[in-house]
């Protein structure tokens, strides 16, 4: 009786330690968990510790099987004395539940913390699933665009999403799909983050603006919240840098800076200088007011004073009349212009489709190629009509550079910089009369150009590169106009070749005699300039090429780049069938896809003979790009059994594509041929095809 009583204890004794064993999850070992596990632990942990959070779907289903969102909400505790917030009443800190799990003890901190403080506004912390895939094409499906999506139309939050695990530096994001948070949230992050020492970099930078022409790198995530109307702003932490501290400090000096932000103005013009260790914000009344100033003081120099200090030289002298009736000269310019760039575009376009397919390279060879046909346009100006006076084409250059000043500030107010420090370089190579100077300035005057190509093209992808390369008439005409005051200054420089290369003459003889011995001795050195101008084009383009590979070797970091996807040769894992059942005199159609090993992704499509082959599901699905077809929204890392319900429409064949994305370690090393160098991580996609009949049977497996 006592050894089965000692037996049983000690089993049970056995079976205690166990279970605890089983429960305990190292920490270590919390970055294999995804999806719906990962969600489960992170609920868990924080049950643990007395924090109540609320789970948003991703995906509703009968099994609640799919991962979903964790949203701990904070309401807010104000005591009599202090007001409400007139313009957001809530701040939301998002956090991907990847992040999220190797940080838990600083966001249970920041919770406790936020609970004993009192704030005159909401705090939640919201934790999403399915944020960090590394297959592109289901944006749709994050944790993040599903919170964006249920909260749309309210307009009193606002979001800070961070990402804490950036490999290179800490990156600051305030634009993404057209549009730019206001400066207040951006400034306000920005002074959080300096005060704590992570020393941000700003993407975009000087040219913040070019996210509304869709010219800098979106981030889907961001994009959530900014196409919505919601002001956001998205972190890159470096990992280094991000221990239970630091990261403590810097979100309850956001959060306290929040409480104290009086100023909600909807600024999104503006221009972030950093100085040393410290950014200096140019708003958008200091850009108006600059450009009233500049305005002003252009009237002077166009009406008189470019003239007033030249001897002999007046408003009413020969040369201004030459001058004012030579004004056609800039749209000729523009239009000239415009139909070497189309012809250089034609050119730059075979380069690209046949060897080089560096997007900056062949951007500069477009540019150099029209300058190259400008060029010849210009000697025959110079060659067979009359010699225009030397201010006249000064005049031109003040008039092109400050026309570029509103037509592209018109535009954008923030691209006034650029081309106000065009029209000062333009301005001060004015005062010089030597051609090696004026040549001098033509480069200066190409490097603001230069300096907005390596913000795009550092900022940017290839694909949002391209139109600039095949770019419409429109955008043609635009490039015409902003480099027209290069191109007349061009013509001034081979001005002075010409006027160097004259025979003096005495004063009595014609201007046609002058013009035939002209013609006579073709000036050698346009052909040395021209060569020079490419030489300095390729010296730049290859400049350019280095700094922006360095940039993206040592500094810049986008998160998680997609991964590689290559076809299964033959499916090992993925099987799928479906049953029909009558219902009222309808059709219920079951279908089971089984993965048989944890996919990153199931993609169903289904395809009928009528624009939506699908009445009835409690799936939501979205029309797909293909005709007559519909693609179910699920998103990553789903259960490795998934059961669709849906009821059909009256299409006869009836097509059902389903995709799995796996792992590359799932296969066998020689089931895959890779032949690639890249080191991006790889997914095998199989692919399963049933065809229905609703006429000849009613289920069917593969």
């Known amino acids: 009786m006592k050894f089965k009583s000692l037996f049983i204890s000690f089993f049970s004794l056995l079976l205690a330690v166990s279970a605890l064993h089983a429960q305990y999850i190292p920490e270590s070992d919390t970055r294999i968990y995804r999806g719906k596990e990962l969600s489960d632990l992170l609920y868990e942990k924080l049950k643990k510790e007395g924090i109540t959070a609320r789970k948003q779907l991703l995906c509703r289903t009968p099994e609640n099987n799919f991962p979903y969102n964790l949203l701990i909400s904070i309401p807010k505790t104000v005591s009599e004395e202090k007001p409400a917030k007139a313009k957001f009443s809530s701040l939301v800190l998002v956090f991907p539940q990847d992040d999220a799990v190797s940080h838990l003890p600083f966001i249970e901190e920041l919770i406790k913390w936020n609970k004993e403080v009192e704030f005159n506004f909401d705090v939640n912390i919201l934790l999403t699933a399915c944020d960090k895939t590394q297959i592109s094409g289901n944006d749709k499906m994050t944790g993040t665009e599903i919170y964006a999506d249920f909260n749309q139309g309210s307009e009193t939050y606002c979001a800070v ?5 950036a ?11 057209g549009q730019v948070s206001p400066l207040w949230l951006t400034k306000l992050v920005n002074d959080s983050l300096e005060a704590n020492d992570f020393d941000p970099t700003i993407i975009g930078s000087f040219y913040i603006s070019l996210y509304k022409q869709n010219l800098l790198r979106s981030s889907n995530i961001l994009a959530s919240f900014l196409s919505r109307g919601t002001p956001a702003v998205e972190l890159n932490i470096k990992a280094s840098s991000a221990d239970k501290n630091s990261l403590f400090l810097l979100y309850q000096n956001i959060i306290t800076s929040f409480d104290n932000e009086t100023d909600f103005k909807e600024d999104t013009h503006y221009i972030p200088v950093k100085l040393f260790s410290a950014h200096l914000w140019l708003t958008e009344n200091i850009t108006i007011i600059l450009l009233i100033v500049m305005f002003t003081l252009s009237l002077f120099f166009i009406c ?12 009413k002298t020969i040369s201004t009349k030459r001058a004012l009736k030579t004004l056609y000269l800039v749209p000729a310019t523009i239009a000239v212009l415009w139909i070497c760039l189309e012809i250089a575009q034609f050119i730059s376009t075979a380069f690209f489709n046949s060897f080089m397919r560096n997007p900056i390279a062949v951007l500069g060879i477009k540019i150099a190629i029209s300058f190259i046909l400008i060029s010849f346009a210009y000697l025959l100006e110079l060659r067979f009509h009359a010699n225009k006076d030397t201010y006249t084409y000064e005049y031109l250059l003040r008039l092109s550079t400050l026309l570029n000043i509103f037509v592209f500030s018109a535009i954008d107010i923030s691209l006034f910089y650029l081309f106000a420090a065009i029209y000062i370089i333009i301005s001060v190579s004015l005062l010089f ?10 480069i200066l005057s190409m490097l603001p150009y230069f300096q907005l190509i390596f913000a795009i093209a550092t900022y940017s992808t290839p694909k949002q590169i391209m139109p600039l390369i095949f770019a419409s008439p429109l955008y043609n005409i635009l490039f015409s106009c902003a480099i027209t005051p290069l191109s007349i200054l061009l013509l001034r420089i081979y001005l002075r070749l010409k006027n160097a290369n004259k025979t003096k003459v ?3 003889i014609s201007v ?3 013009q035939v011995k002209i013609k006579k001795k073709f000036p050698k050195y346009y052909a040395l300039i021209q060569f020079i101008t490419v030489i300095v084009f390729v010296g730049l383009i290859f400049l350019a090429t280095l700094y922006i590979r360095n940039i993206f070797r040592t500094k810049i970091n986008f998160g998680n780049f997609s991964g590689r996807v290559i076809d299964s ?4 894992f993925l099987q799928a069938r479906y049953k029909d059942s009558s219902y009222y005199g309808g059709t219920i159609r079951q279908l089971s896809v089984n993965t048989s090993r944890p996919a990153s992704r199931v993609e169903i499509f289904v395809s009928g003979e009528t624009d939506n082959p699908v009445y009835y599901t409690t799936y939501t699905f979205t029309p797909s790009e293909n005709k007559n077809q519909i693609q179910f929204n699920l998103p990553d890392y789903p259960p490795e059994n998934i059961v669709l319900n849906y009821t059909p429409d009256n299409s006869e064949v009836t097509i059902i594509d389903i995709y799995a994305y796996y792992d590359r370690e799932y296969y066998p090393e020689e089931f895959i041929t890779d032949t690639s160098k890249s080191n991006r991580k790889v997914f095998v996609k199989e692919k399963i095809s049933l065809v229905i009949n609703s006429k000849i049977k009613s289920q069917g497996s593969i």
């Open 433 to 442: 009369k030597k051609t090696f100077s004026i040549y001098l300035f033509f």
């Open 569 to 572: 040769p033959e499916n090992l």
């Open 161 to 165: 999403y961070s990402n804490l695990d």
């Open 167 to 177: 490999q290179k530096i800490t990156t600051l994001t305030p634009g993404s799909a």
């Open 304 to 315: 008189d004073l470019g003239f007033i200090f030249r001897t002999r030289h007046s408003i």
């Open 506 to 508: 005495s004063q009595n």
């Open 512 to 514: 046609t005699q002058i």
